[in-house]
């Protein structure tokens, strides 16, 4: 954030203030020819007894800087740069791309993607996969020392279900020519049935107490539906280009229940209900968290339990966040309240980051009702349409159907990403993929149209690197228009985006700045030529229009998102 440290460091000689404290204060003013940032003097009014115009005034009046001017605006006092010597400066200092490594010698573990065995990885689950993948990428680019952990949901009665379903009805050819669609519908169908069967539920709680109690049968059962899924869910993961520092699904944490289980009786925690075991949360307001049921089989609080402190013990993590929709909230504010309980402090570096149910084209899923959007339907249909629209507008661009993949793809994620994360999202491909909206494709548009920029500079002048090449340090930022210096005070506020985007564990800060600098870039070429005789400005004008590309490349990059050359 270089250019509010100017600002803090030139004021601090004139307000009685820290130079952080001024920073916090600094404003943007409403018109751009009004300066480039702005101080507001309400807040010292009481101290100084004056009306906050005559302490703007006698600021304006006092100034007394080589490169920065200031002049009084009502309450305000605004500061404009020297563009030529702050604008080199900035320049110098995007090229180093540092970022303040605020996250050193802190271990965050991220609980991310975490679907269903036995189930098509839907829609529902990319968010948390996206959200998780981006925040991991915005973290360790803090600084912080990150891992990744993929929890499948590989344990529980549905689990019971799935195989008493398939004890009844399974059909070995149907489930071997779609093991995920037949398992699906085995599932589907044991719901269906249930409702007027009684003796199917009591069936499925006695097949998944096997299974915990490590029934060959029941095993060998689960462990074929775990097989199949993982072959889908890689599938999908390579797609996205995400990946797991560790696959540990809840049935990993089986034999380190019991543990978890005597320590709470140890500490008098556990109490009866109705045959079940339950750790009442009476006076944290909420209801009773059910350790194990009536029949002995443990519950997915308890393996969240159980993660949580091996993730604290073993992986020895300082930060815990959860990746899980928002419906989940209960759940995992039980889960750390009974941790609380156990006496581990360290609960309260335990965070649920929650998001918003994923709508397609306005349908609500329901695996229960086999109602899922499958994610690889939307996907192979966002690349295909993709591929058309690039057809259209580039008929002989090379390698078509590579960046057909990744402009449908990174359609698909911006569009999820884009929202601030609690918020509902109703996804449509058709909004996704429009290059003139607020959409990946526009993002990447625009980087493909940074690059070309820089191709047709290195076409008319020689290398990239001559055609860019800075000579005199001064020649800079006063060739680059208005349009030019918005483009780059925007450029170097990467840093903030990113301080934000990590404090706030909301990837949407990041795609909000793509869009800003992709915007920002549109009007510097619209407005300013680039490629033009005169070295002097096509040198600085390709500067920034190199260190443009590299902001929007390295932004989508902590998105999840490519950003091909050409488009
Ligand atoms: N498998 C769960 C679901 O799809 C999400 C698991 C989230 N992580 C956790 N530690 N509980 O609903």
């Given at each position: 954030m270089m250019i509010t440290q100017w600002a803090a460091n030139a004021l601090k000689n004139h307000v009685p203030l820290e130079a952080d404290d001024i920073s916090k204060r600094l404003e943007t003013p409403p018109s751009p020819d009004m300066g480039d940032i702005a101080f507001p003097c309400f807040t010292l009014a009481k101290q100084f007894r004056k009306a906050p115009q005559e302490i703007a005034q006698s600021i304006a009046g006092a100034w007394d800087h080589a490169h920065i001017t200031?002049?009084?605006?009502?309450?305000?006092?605004?500061?404009?740069?020297?563009?030529?010597?702050?604008?080199?400066?900035?320049?110098?200092?995007?090229?180093?791309?540092?970022?303040?490594?605020?996250?050193?010698?802190?271990?965050?573990?991220?609980?991310?993607?975490?679907?269903?065995?036995?189930?098509?990885?839907?829609?529902?689950?990319?968010?948390?996969?996206?959200?998780?993948a981006a925040l991991y990428h915005m973290h360790k680019l803090a600084g912080y020392d990150v891992v990744s952990v993929n929890h499948l949901g590989d344990w529980g009665t549905q689990f019971g279900k799935q195989i008493a379903a398939y004890k009844r009805w399974g059909d070995?050819?149907?489930?071997?020519?779609?093991?995920?669609?037949?398992?699906?519908?085995?599932?589907?169908?044991?719901?269906?049935?249930?409702?007027?069967?009684?003796?199917?539920?009591?069936?499925?709680?006695?097949?998944?107490?096997?299974?915990?109690?490590?029934?060959?049968?029941?095993?060998?059962?689960?462990?074929?539906?775990?097989d199949v899924s993982m072959k889908e869910f890689s599938r999908m993961y390579d797609r996205l280009n995400v990946r797991f520092d560790y696959t540990l699904g809840e049935s990993f944490y089986n034999d380190k229940m019991p543990a978890v289980v005597d320590s709470l009786k140890e500490k008098g925690l556990l109490v009866e209900s109705?045959?079940?075991?339950?750790?009442?949360?009476?006076?944290?307001?909420?209801?009773?968290?059910?350790?194990?049921?009536?029949?002995?089989?443990?519950?997915?609080?308890?393996?969240?339990?159980?993660?949580?402190?091996?993730?604290?013990?073993?992986m020895k993590a300082d930060r815990l966040l959860y990746v899980v929709g928002n419906e989940q909230r209960l759940h995992f504010q039980q889960v750390f309240a009974v941790l609380r309980r156990m006496g581990m402090d360290w609960a309260d570096s335990c965070t649920h980051v929650p998001f918003g149910l994923m709508k397609f084209e306005g349908k609500k899923m329901s695996t229960r009702r086999g109602k899922i959007v499958k994610l690889e339907n939307v996907l192979d249909e966002a690349v295909e349409r993709a591929l058309a629209i690039i057809n259209e507008k580039n008929p002989e661009l090379e390698s078509k159907q590579q960046v057909a993949e990744a402009v449908g793809i990174g359609a698909v994620i911006f569009g999820d990403l884009k929202n601030n994360r609690l918020n509902e999202v109703d996804f449509s491909l058709e909004d996704a993929l429009n290059f003139d909206g607020e959409t990946g494709p526009y993002v990447q548009y625009t980087y493909a149209r940074t690059q070309s920029v820089l191709?047709?500079?290195?076409?008319?002048?020689?290398?990239?690197?001559?055609?860019?090449?800075?000579?005199?340090?001064?020649?800079?930022?006063?060739?680059?228009?208005?349009?030019?210096?918005?483009?780059?005070?925007?450029?170097?506020?990467?840093?903030?985006?990113?301080?934000?985007?990590?404090?706030?564990?909301?990837?949407?800060?990041?795609?909000?700045?793509?869009?800003?600098?992709?915007?920002?870039?549109?009007?510097?070429?619209?407005?300013?030529?680039?490629?033009?005789?005169?070295?002097?400005?096509?040198?600085?004008?390709?500067?920034?229009?190199?260190?443009?590309?590299?902001?929007?490349?390295?932004?989508?990059?902590?998105?999840?998102?490519?950003?091909?050359?050409r488009m």
């Open positions: 200031a002049s009084a605006a009502g309450p305000y006092v605004n500061l404009t740069f020297d563009r030529g010597y702050y604008g080199s400066l900035m320049m110098e200092g995007l090229e180093q791309e540092k970022v303040p490594e605020t996250g050193k010698g802190i271990r965050v573990v991220i609980d991310m993607s975490s679907p269903n065995i036995a189930k098509p990885f839907g829609i529902g689950h990319l968010r948390s996969t996206m959200i998780g070995d050819e149907r489930l071997s020519a779609d093991p995920i669609g037949e398992s699906l519908n085995l599932y589907v169908r044991f719901h269906e049935e249930a409702e007027h069967d009684e003796t199917l539920e009591p069936e499925a709680r006695e097949w998944f107490r096997k299974l915990e109690e490590g029934d060959g049968e029941a095993r060998s059962l689960w462990a074929y539906f775990v109705d045959g079940a075991l339950v750790v009442r949360l009476d006076e944290e307001g909420m209801p009773p968290c059910l350790i194990l049921k009536k029949d002995g089989t443990t519950i997915y609080p308890t393996r969240d339990l159980a993660t949580a402190i091996y993730r604290h013990d073993e191709a047709k500079g290195a076409a008319a002048y020689g290398t990239a690197e001559d055609a860019m090449e800075e000579t005199d340090p001064n020649a800079g930022a006063h060739h680059l228009g208005d349009a030019g210096w918005e483009l780059l005070k925007l450029l170097t506020r990467f840093p903030e985006a990113l301080e934000r985007g990590v404090r706030n564990q909301e990837p949407s800060v990041l795609a909000r700045y793509a869009l800003d600098v992709a915007q920002s870039f549109n009007q510097f070429y619209n407005k300013e030529r680039i490629v033009i005789e005169d070295a002097q400005v096509r040198k600085a004008r390709l500067r920034l229009t190199r260190l443009a590309g590299r902001t929007i490349a390295r932004t989508m990059g902590l998105l999840g998102i490519q950003t091909p050359e």
